[in-house]
Every structure is written in structure tokens, then in C-alpha cells.
């Protein structure tokens, strides 16, 4: 099969996660496969994947690559990575030695222009993971009001002149001109300047796409889920490419790796908090300057792990 997507920090994600040789491991965004297959790689047959995507496409595409190895070895789901407890328990499983997740959009759902989540190809404005559930950018877009629009820009995309920007994007809308990419990038390039517009574009995009996909939601429920579902010494993984996620996860890690969380004014500890997880290097890894010249997009990513106490 023609490669369509380089995996990020494929080999670090793998090798600081997989601990236990007979252990049961969850990718919840396995996409091509490409994490996946390096786990079952070192995992033996006592253990097992539980692979998780919300794509149909890279779900046939990863059953299609693991099929070289025995299918008791693996399970693939269509779902949510924060859905997975429900898959464990299809499964009669209750915990697991390692969960890793990769939250970024995969090359292939950039580059096909009819799924819309790039400025750089026309096709009709959706952006939904899963076609199948939940409302379109187009939906979302015709049916919001400025203020929301703008808030969703400046909190999803941490982009500064969101309020023009969701002005003029409600302008087109209500000419009807709001039903594919092209009409997003024109109304979002009308409203900025010329010095700005590529970082622009890809804030505004990221943030319309976060909201349409509930990301942040999803990955907040998923933290808190992998808290109940790791065993001791089991591992959590986790790749981020944009700072509203990796914030979320390196706030995560620090408070549950915390044994108290009383008020610094506190003169004792009154909490009886107990840390929870221990963080695998602290600032995180990040791709190495061959990865990034091979794979651009690998850039931004960061890489946060941490093991269960």
C-alpha cells in the first residue's frame, strides 16, 4: 500500500510505553497503524492490541496493515479513544498496560479535499471525523451566532483578531456563502492581514475542527478514564501538536503526579491526596531534526508520557 501517512515519534511513543511483554495495550487514534504495528512487534502472543478510530477508511487501512499478524493478537473498534472503557468491557477486560493516543490529523484526512479539513484543497466544508454522527463545520457555521463564533476561535485557536474574523465569516454565511473551504479561507483572508494569513487560516480551521469533533471534551474524559483503566506500572502516552491540548495534558500529569494539592498557604496537609502517576521526563519528547526534515508536520508535536502508580 503507498504510504498516505508518516506516524510521529513512532518509535519514542512505543519504547516508553510498551513495559510488559505479555501486557494489554490500547492505541484509542490508531489511524494507519503505524504505532500499533511496532507494539505488536514487542509484545508477545500473550498479549494483546486494542485498536480505536473514529475514521471507517483508516480502520480498513489498519486491518489491512496488522494482517500480517494473528488476529486473537488484536481487536479493532470504530469509536472515540475517550470511549474506549466501553470496548474493555465488550472485551470482559478491566485494566490495561498501556494506553497511547496521537491527536493529530492524519495526512491523508488533510490532503483528501472532500473531507474539509484544509484550507488548501476546495470540497465541501464537513471536517467531522466521522461523517456518520455529530453537525458539519457547514452546520455549525450557518447556525452560530458571532459571539460564539468568536469565542470558539479565540479559545480553539488562540488566534487575536478572532472578533473581525468571526464577523465576516457570519457575513458570508448569511449570503449563503458558507459550504465549502474555499468559502471559509476567502472570508477569513478578507478579514486579515496579508502578513498573517497562513497561521491564520490554519487557527481558524483548527479551531472550527476542534469544536465540530469535541476534542477537547474528548480528551479531558479520556485522561480521566486512563486513571481508572492503567495498572500500576502501566503507561499513558500521549502526542499533542497544538498548546491548547498539550497544556491540558501537562496540567493533567502535574496535578495527579502531585501527593498533596492543598493551598500553598496550608500550614499541613489536609487533602490526603496521593499522587497517582510518576512523569517520564518532564518537559516531554519531541521529534528529532531528521524526523521533522522527512515529515514537516511532525513539528509541533510533543510527546507526554507518564506511568501509573
Known amino acids: 500500500m503507498q504510504e498516505i501517512h508518516k506516524t510521529v515519534l513512532r518509535e519514542e511513543a512505543v519504547n516508553n510505553l510498551v513495559m510488559n ?3 494489554i495495550y490500547i492505541d484509542g487514534t490508531i489511524g494507519f497503524a503505524g504505532h500499533a504495528e511496532l507494539i505488536l512487534k514487542k509484545i508477545n502472543k500473550k ?5 480505536i478510530d473514529l475514521d471507517s477508511y483508516a480502520l480498513k487501512c489498519s486491518k489491512n496493515n496488522l494482517s500480517k499478524f494473528p488476529e486473537k493478537s488484536y481487536s479493532l473498534y470504530k469509536g472515540n479513544f475517550s470511549q474506549f472503557p466501553s470496548f474493555l468491557k465488550k472485551l470482559g477486560i478491566t485494566k490495561v498496560d498501556g494506553l497511547v493516543v496521537d491527536l493529530g490529523i492524519s495526512s491523508y484526512q488533510i490532503d483528501s479535499g472532500h473531507r474539509g479539513f484544509s484550507y488548501m484543497n476546495d470540497g465541501e466544508l464537513d471536517m467531522r471525523f466521522d461523517k456518520s454522527k455529530g453537525i458539519s463545520a457547514k452546520e455549525l457555521l450557518n447556525d452560530i451566532d458571532e459571539y460564539e463564533l468568536g469565542k470558539i476561535i479565540k479559545d480553539f ?3 487575536k483578531a478572532y472578533r473581525i474574523i468571526a464577523k465576516n465569516i457570519i457575513k458570508y454565511s448569511k449570503k ?16 486579515t492581514s496579508p502578513k498573517y494569513i497562513n497561521k491564520t487560516l490554519s487557527r481558524v480551521f483548527q479551531s472550527i475542527r476542534i469544536k465540530v469533533n469535541n476534542e477537547i471534551e474528548n480528551l479531558n474524559l479520556f485522561l480521566q478514564h486512563s486513571l481508572r483503566y492503567l495498572k500500576s506500572g502501566g503507561r499513558l502516552a500521549v502526542i499533542t501538536f497544538h498548546s491548547i491540548e498539550d497544556s491540558i495534558v501537562k496540567h493533567f500529569f502535574k496535578k ?19 499522587a497517582k502517576l ?12 531528521n524526523e521533522i ?13 507518564a506511568e501509573c502508580l
Open 293 to 305: 526534515r522527512l515529515n514537516p508536520r511532525a513539528r509541533s508535536a510533543r510527546l507526554r508520557i
Open 47 to 51: 498479549g494483546k492490541l486494542i485498536g
Open 21 to 23: 511483554k505479555e501486557g
Open 256 to 274: 495527579n503526579a502531585t501527593n498533596c494539592i492543598c493551598p500553598h498557604t496550608f500550614p499541613v496537609c489536609i487533602c490526603d491526596e496521593k
Open 176 to 191: 449563503g456563502n458558507m459550504n465549502t473551504t474555499y468559502q471559509l479561507k476567502d472570508a477569513i483572508v478578507n478579514a
Open 278 to 289: 510518576k512523569i517520564i521526563k518532564s518537559k516531554g519528547i519531541l521529534p528529532s531534526k
Open 157 to 159: 485557536g488562540e488566534e
